[in-house]
């Protein structure tokens, strides 16, 4: 008998989004002041070499979500193959790595490798080099609708008329599809997102990276962004016996962008900009998205910490 080598997929994943993107952006906008103490601890992270704080949520939450998006993108992308992605074991949730596994291994057991039809790309960066290049801009800025931000599309896919009527037929939510491209964005939750526009971001966020990748794309513009919210039910299943509605896994379809959505996140982004140089402490968004990190038992560190921004 001869020892079959042990294969072992080694993982670099990213955290902290897309430097000044579109959740630097929201963040600005809900909170002026939360969001320079966030820039001041990123620069001194940086400083130190140490990680940094995500965006959203604590770190539990952000790992949990950038282990799932690492083997999903591996997974659709093909570098894991079909017996590697099923040998993956479904852990017990005890760390939030634990929980990355959990979710991919209930999206695996759910979704096969090609249920989303040709993969265009995964984890994509857009603005690419050339496209600033084009446009004759030094960086990833405009001052004027569109608003061309960073972004980073969780996956790109082109579908036939074929791929659409198996991606309705599972996942009926996404009624209104047709053949084209569209960009898929991954949220994992803890529970059914009660508001699915509200839970990512309102519209700012698929708005934007279509705008983005259409600017770069102008011959072959994306038909609408699918975000897929995935909640991590013990086992995750796509609907309980008998019902139409999703259990674990949450689509929903959001048109391409249109004049006046454009027009408004134009507004929208040089309103944060201008706001973030306030360093206004807005009371009314301690409590949003779970509780803002530095509104601790009830208490606002905050206004604290800000001295060292003077
Ligand atoms: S505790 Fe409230 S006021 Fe202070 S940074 Fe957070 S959201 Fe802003």
């Known amino acids: 008998m001869t020892d079959e080598p042990t294969q072992v997929i080694s993982i670099n ?15 600005a906008a809900s909170c002026p002041l939360r969001r320079a103490l966030r820039d001041l601890a990123r620069k001194r992270a940086e400083a130190n070499g140490l990680p940094q704080e995500h965006n959203w949520g604590g770190m539990e939450k952000a790992d949990r979500g950038s282990i799932f998006h690492k083997l ?42 090609d249920f989303w039809g040709k993969v265009l790309g995964a984890e994509v960066k857009l603005p690419r080099d050339q496209d600033l290049k ?8 405009i001052e004027a609708p569109p608003y061309i931000l960073p972004v980073t599309i ?36 803890d529970q059914k997102p009660y508001n699915l526009l509200n839970a990512y971001g ?27 919210g995935i909640v991590g039910h013990k086992p995750m299943r796509l609907r309980d016996e008998g019902q139409r509605k999703p259990k ?55 206004l604290q910490k800000a001295k060292a921004l003077e």
């Open 13 to 27: 994943f990213e955290s902290g989004g897309s430097g000044k993107g579109v959740s630097w952006h929201m963040d």
């Open 72 to 113: 999903v993108e591996l997974y659709h992308t093909g570098w894991l193959r079909p017996e590697q992605a099923l040998e993956i074991p479904c852990p017990d949730a005890k760390s939030a790595f634990d929980e990355g596994i959990r979710f991919f291994t209930g999206y695996r057991d759910n979704f096969p490798q």
């Open 134 to 141: 084009a446009l004759e801009i030094p960086d990833a800025l």
């Open 154 to 189: 969780d996956l790109i896919i082109e579908v036939t008329n074929e791929d659409v009527a198996r991606i309705v037929k599972t996942l009926p939510v996404l009624e209104g599809m047709e053949a084209g491209v569209y960009l898929v964005d991954w949220k994992t939750k």
């Open 202 to 228: 309102g519209k700012v966020q698929g708005l934007t990276y279509q705008a983005v990748y259409n600017f770069c794309n102008p011959d072959a513009p994306c038909k609408g962004m699918i975000y897929m």
């Open 248 to 302: 674990s896994f949450w689509p929903l379809l959001q048109h391409s962008p249109t004049d006046d959505d454009l027009q408004m996140l134009g507004s929208f982004f040089l309103s944060a900009e201008a706001l973030s140089h306030t360093n206004f402490p807005n009371l009314s968004s301690c409590e949003d998205f779970g509780s803002c990190v530095y509104y601790i038992d009830g208490e606002r560190t905050c």
